[in-house]
Nanobody, 123 residues
Framework: QVQLVESGGGLVQPGGSLKLSCAAS????????MRWYRQAAEKDRELVAS????????TYADSVQGRFTISRDDAKATVYLQMNSLKPEDTAVYYC????????????????WGQGTLVTVSS
C-alpha cells in the first residue's frame, strides 16, 4: 500500500535534539523530492525542509536553518530530519510529503500524508 509513516517525535527540553524518520512504501521513492512540514496548534501547516530526489539539493525555512538537517536513504526509502538546538516554537506535529505525488482512491486523487509525529519542546 502507498503510505508515509512518521516517527521519532517526543518531549524534549529546549536545546535538545531529536531525529525524525519518515518511512515510505508503495511508490518509487527515489523519483520524488521529499519535504518535511510542521503544523503547530491552531496554525497552518508550514514547509520546514526539502530535499531533491537525487539528494543534491536541500532547502530550509529561515526559522530552522542551521539547526535542522534533512537527509534521505533511498535504499531504505526513508527521509530524515535531524533537529538540534530545539526551541519551544518548534513544537508542532511534523509530517513528511512526497512532492507532486498523487494517490487515487474512491474519491479521486489526493496528496499523500502520514499521521504525523508530535514534537513538544518544553521545560
Amino acid at each position: 500500500q502507498v503510505q508515509l509513516v512518521e516517527s521519532g517525535g517526543g518531549l524534549v527540553q529546549p536545546g535538545g535534539s531529536l531525529k525524525l524518520s519518515c518511512a515510505a512504501s508503495g511508490f518509487n521513492f527515489r523519483r520524488y523530492d521529499m519535504r518535511w512540514y510542521r503544523q503547530a496548534a491552531e496554525k497552518d501547516r508550514e514547509l520546514v525542509a526539502s530535499i531533491s530526489n537525487t539528494g543534491d539539493s536541500t532547502t530550509y525555512a529561515d526559522s530552522v536553518q542551521g539547526r535542522f538537517t534533512i537527509s534521505r536513504d533511498d535504499a531504505k526509502a526513508t527521509v530524515y530530519l535531524q533537529m538540534n538546538s530545539l526551541k519551544p516554537e518548534d513544537t508542532a506535529v511534523y509530517y513528511c510529503n512526497a512532492d507532486q505525488l498523487l494517490v487515487a482512491d474512491e474519491r479521486g486523487y489526493h496528496e499523500l500524508w502520514g499521521q504525523g509525529t508530535l514534537v513538544t519542546v518544553s521545560s
